[in-house]
T-cell receptor, first 115, second 113 residues
Framework: DAGVIQSPRHEVTEMGQEVTLRCKPISGHDYLFWYRQTMMRGLELLIYFNNNVPIDDSGMPEDRFSAKMPNASFSTLKIQPSEPRDSAVYFC?????????????FGEGSRLTVL | GENVEQHPSTLSVQEGDSAVIKCTYSDSASNYFPWYKQELGKGPQLIIDIRSNVGEKKDQRIAVTLNKTAKHFSLHITETQPEDSAVYFCAANIGGSQGNLIFGKGTKLSVKP
C-alpha cells in the first residue's frame, strides 16, 4: 500500500481565500483523523471519522473549518475564509484501530501558509 | 485540562551515547502510551508503544518504561546513531480506551557524529 496520501504538500494563499486539503487513507482502515501541527500548540486532533461518519469534531477551532468524508477512500478539510493564524502543517492519519488504542499512520502533511 | 508533558524539548548527544526522553500524564485512566518519531518533512511514525499492563518494553536499541503510580513513562535509545536525529513525541490516551490520544510537545534529538 502507498500509505496515507495528502495533497497538496504545500499551499500558499492569501487571507480570506478558501483552502481545501485532501486525504486518501490506507485501504481497509476504518478510522481517519485530521491533525494540525504548530510550534506553539504541537499536534492537535481536529476531527476524526469512523466508517465515514464524523465522531468527534471538538477540536475543530471554529466554524471556518469543516471536514467531510464522502467515501472510505477520500476526505477533505476545508478552511473558509482562511486567516494567517491558520498557518500550520495539517496531517491526515488513518488507523485500523479505534482511537487511542493502536497505531496511527500519518501522511506527509500539507503545509499551509496564509499571508 | 488533561495533558501530557514532555521533557526535554531539545537533546543533543554524541553518537554512541544513550538518550532518554521523559513524559508525564495527568489522567489515571490512560492505558496506552505510544512514541512517534518525526523526521524532517515527514509525518510522525510509530516506533514503540506500551500498554498499562506492562512496565517495560524493548525493541532492539529502543525501550520504553512505564510507572503508572507516578504517571510517567520514558523512551530510552541506546547506542545512538546519526539517523536517530529527529523529533520524538510521546502520547497518552486521555480518557482511556474511549478517549483520544494527546501528544506531548516533542523533543528534538540531535546525534552528533
Amino acid at each position: 500500500d502507498a500509505g496515507v496520501i495528502q495533497s497538496p504538500r504545500h499551499e500558499v494563499t492569501e487571507m480570506g481565500q478558501e483552502v481545501t486539503l485532501r486525504c486518501k487513507p490506507i485501504s481497509g482502515h476504518d478510522y481517519l483523523f485530521w491533525y494540525r501541527q504548530t510550534m506553539m500548540r504541537g499536534l492537535e486532533l481536529l476531527i476524526y471519522f469512523n466508517n465515514n461518519v464524523p465522531i468527534d469534531d471538538s477540536g475543530m477551532p471554529e466554524d471556518r473549518f469543516s471536514a467531510k468524508m464522502p467515501n472510505a477512500s477520500f476526505s477533505t478539510l476545508k478552511i473558509q475564509p482562511s486567516e494567517p493564524r491558520d498557518s500550520a502543517v495539517y496531517f491526515c492519519a488513518s488507523s485500523f484501530f479505534a482511537p487511542a488504542t493502536g497505531e496511527l499512520f500519518f501522511g506527509e502533511g500539507s503545509r499551509l501558509t496564509v499571508l | 485540562g488533561e495533558n501530557v508533558e514532555q521533557h526535554p524539548s531539545t537533546l543533543s548527544v554524541q553518537e554512541g551515547d544513550s538518550a532518554v526522553i521523559k513524559c508525564t500524564y495527568s489522567d489515571s485512566a490512560s492505558n496506552y502510551f505510544p512514541w512517534y518519531k518525526q523526521e524532517l518533512g515527514k509525518g510522525p511514525q510509530l516506533i514503540i508503544d506500551i500498554r498499562s499492563n506492562v512496565g517495560e518494553k524493548k525493541d532492539q536499541r529502543i525501550a520504553v518504561t512505564l510507572n503508572k503510580t507516578a504517571k510517567h513513562f520514558s523512551l530510552h535509545i541506546t547506542e545512538t546513531q546519526p539517523e536517530d536525529s529527529a523529533v520524538y513525541f510521546c502520547a497518552a490516551n486521555i480518557g482511556g480506551s474511549q478517549g483520544n490520544l494527546i501528544f506531548g510537545k516533542g523533543t528534538k534529538l540531535s546525534v552528533k557524529p
